[in-house]
């Protein structure tokens, strides 16, 4: 079976098999190897300096490491902007309530993505906001924001970024030259590790002015014994053998380019498959990720119908979310696919469609 769904992804070979790696108490030399070889090949996918940058792990899933950035770095006394374009965003708001963050929203239409003129209005008039929070990759509906353009507005009025890069981290550009203080990612997306293992990318200084707002997703403390070879809880030590398996494989794959390449060429194969058929994406070209793209469910196909089907032929494929649940479905083109498998989803989808 094919999982085309966002995460998690259809494991690869070695990956599965790292999962018998023997069994480590993870107070332990072993363990603590196993913990620096994640956060340094977590850090190496962007070739990021250990020196400014923490690569911070959890055991959870891809929202614990969300929440642990939203709550820890925005500072006791700071302010959040959280941009909504999707369930994603409306998460990061929802979060931002649980810890009692001081914070306003940035509401967008779902389809085109953060509106960059009304977010300088908002930063021109609330000197008080010192964060903003963005998902890179909106999954909700398969939209990649223009990280770079937002930077810019938030260098311009001194704020920072978080980033939620759960279903970005691995598939897609990130510079990290902007003013990013975190970005949140998880194991078991574009990187192809199994579930339970997620992290946050963090700049140091900005561990500096961190809130403890939680007790389980600090990430100062998480940060600060990780650093010392040392961790506060009992960590997925199979996911950690997963996630070091599956950097190595990234790294002798050619890295996040390589794999965006790949991605992408399946995601426009999908897409021409079905624009043959008469299926349109929901967004306009060139605004998709090529981790995930989303499509019209015509009229005379219902997505039960379309999902069971593909499943049929092998294939795990998405419904819409929140008010797309009805009108859209998902295909994500992540995980151990090859180019003879997109032929055949290519195959199973233009059977389903005509
Ligand atoms: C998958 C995802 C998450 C986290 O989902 P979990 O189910 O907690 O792993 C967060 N943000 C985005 C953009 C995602 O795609």
């Given at each position: 079976?094919?999982?085309?769904?966002?995460?998690?992804?259809?494991?690869?070979?070695?990956?599965?098999?790292?999962?018998?790696?023997?069994?480590?108490?993870?107070?332990?030399?072993?363990?603590?190897?196993?913990?620096?070889?994640?956060?340094?090949?977590?850090?190496?996918?962007?070739?990021?300096?250990?020196?400014?940058w923490?690569?911070v792990?959890?055991?959870?899933?891809g929202t614990?490491a969300v929440e642990s950035m939203v709550a820890s770095v925005v500072p006791?006394?700071g302010r959040l902007l959280v941009l909504e374009?999707?369930?994603y965003g409306?998460r990061m708001t929802a979060i931002a309530?649980?810890h009692?963050i001081a914070h306003e929203t940035l509401?967008?239409?779902?389809?085109?993505?953060p509106?960059?003129?009304?977010l300088?209005?908002?930063l021109?008039?609330?000197?008080?906001v010192t964060h903003v929070a963005v998902v890179q990759h909106?999954?909700?509906?398969?939209?990649?924001t223009?990280l770079?353009?937002i930077g810019?507005v938030c260098r311009?009025?001194?704020v920072r970024l978080l980033v939620d890069g759960v279903?970005s981290f691995?598939?897609?550009?990130i510079?990290f030259?902007l003013p990013i203080d975190a970005v949140a990612g998880?194991?078991?997306?574009?990187?192809?590790?199994?579930?339970?293992?997620a992290f946050a990318v963090v700049r140091?200084a900005a561990l500096?002015s961190a809130a403890?707002r939680a007790?389980?997703l600090?990430l100062?403390?998480?940060?600060?014994?990780?650093?010392?070879?040392?961790?506060?809880?009992?960590?997925?030590?199979?996911?950690?053998?997963?996630?070091?398996?599956?950097?190595?494989?990234?790294?002798?794959?050619?890295?996040?380019?390589?794999?965006?390449?790949?991605?992408?060429?399946?995601?426009?194969?999908?897409?021409?498959?079905?624009?043959?058929?008469?299926?349109?994406?929901?967004?306009?070209?060139?605004?998709?990720?090529?981790?995930?793209?989303?499509?019209?469910?015509?009229?005379?196909?219902?997505?039960?119908?379309?999902?069971?089907?593909?499943?049929?032929?092998?294939?795990?494929?998405?419904?819409?979310?929140?008010?797309?649940?009805?009108?859209?479905?998902?295909?994500?083109?992540?995980?151990?696919?090859?180019?003879?498998?997109?032929?055949?989803?290519?195959?199973?989808?233009?059977?389903?469609?005509?």
């Amino acid at each position: 079976m094919f999982l085309l769904n966002p995460g998690p992804v259809t494991l690869s070979p070695r990956v599965r098999e790292s999962l018998l790696g023997p069994d480590l108490c993870h107070r332990e030399p072993e363990f603590f190897d196993l913990q620096d070889a994640a956060r340094a090949g977590l850090l190496a996918v962007y070739d990021l300096d250990p020196a400014e940058w923490a690569a911070v792990l959890l055991t959870g899933s891809g929202t614990a490491a969300v929440e642990s950035m939203v709550a820890s770095v925005v500072p006791a006394d700071g302010r959040l902007l959280v941009l909504e374009n999707g369930v994603y965003g409306e998460r990061m708001t929802a979060i931002a309530e649980c810890h009692g963050i001081a914070h306003e929203t940035l509401a967008g239409d779902w389809l085109a993505g953060p509106d960059l003129d009304a977010l300088a209005a908002r930063l021109a008039g609330s000197p008080a906001v010192t964060h903003v929070a963005v998902v890179q990759h909106e999954t909700t509906t398969g939209r990649l924001t223009d990280l770079a353009a937002i930077g810019a507005v938030c260098r311009a009025h001194g704020v920072r970024l978080l980033v939620d890069g759960v279903s970005s981290f691995g598939g897609e550009e990130i510079d990290f030259g902007l003013p990013i203080d975190a970005v949140a990612g998880t194991a078991n997306k574009c990187l192809h590790g199994v579930p339970g293992i997620a992290f946050a990318v963090v700049r140091r200084a900005a561990l500096a002015s961190a809130a403890q707002r939680a007790y389980y997703l600090d990430l100062t403390r998480l940060a600060t014994l990780q650093d010392q070879r040392n961790t506060p809880f009992t960590p997925a030590v199979q996911s950690l053998y997963a996630l070091v398996e599956a950097l190595a494989e990234l790294r002798e794959e050619g890295g996040w380019r390589e794999r965006h390449a790949r991605y992408a060429r399946y995601a426009d194969a999908a897409g021409e498959g079905l624009r043959r058929v008469g299926v349109a994406p929901l967004l306009p070209a060139g605004t998709s990720s090529v981790v995930l793209r989303s499509y019209r469910l015509p009229d005379s196909v219902t997505y039960t119908d379309l999902h069971d089907g593909l499943k049929d032929e092998g294939f795990v494929i998405y419904a819409g979310q929140g008010k797309l649940a009805k009108s859209i479905f998902r295909i994500s083109t992540m995980g151990d696919l090859h180019d003879a498998d997109v032929e055949r989803l290519v195959g199973a989808l233009t059977k389903t469609f005509s």
